[in-house]
């Protein structure tokens, strides 16, 4: 059994990022209580329909909209 090539971690380390920011999102999301409750739907659509730049946006904006 060989050790990784360093193109070959990079792959794997983008990879767990791709699934794990958008499960992150979610469950932060579950924990969450917003001003406005159809916040929690709109929120949980992106996040689903564009894991990586929903995410991303969910942990930039909505901090004040809670």
Do not use: C, H
């Amino acid at each position: 059994m060989s050790m990784p090539g360093s193109s070959e971690l990079i792959i794997v380390l983008f990879a767990l990022f791709i699934i794990v920011l958008p499960i992150a999102a979610l469950l932060d999301l579950l924990r969450s209580r917003f001003k406005d409750p159809v916040n929690n739907i709109v929120w949980t659509l992106v996040i689903i329909l564009l894991p990586i730049l929903g995410s991303i946006l969910y942990f930039s904006i909505a901090k004040s909209q809670k």
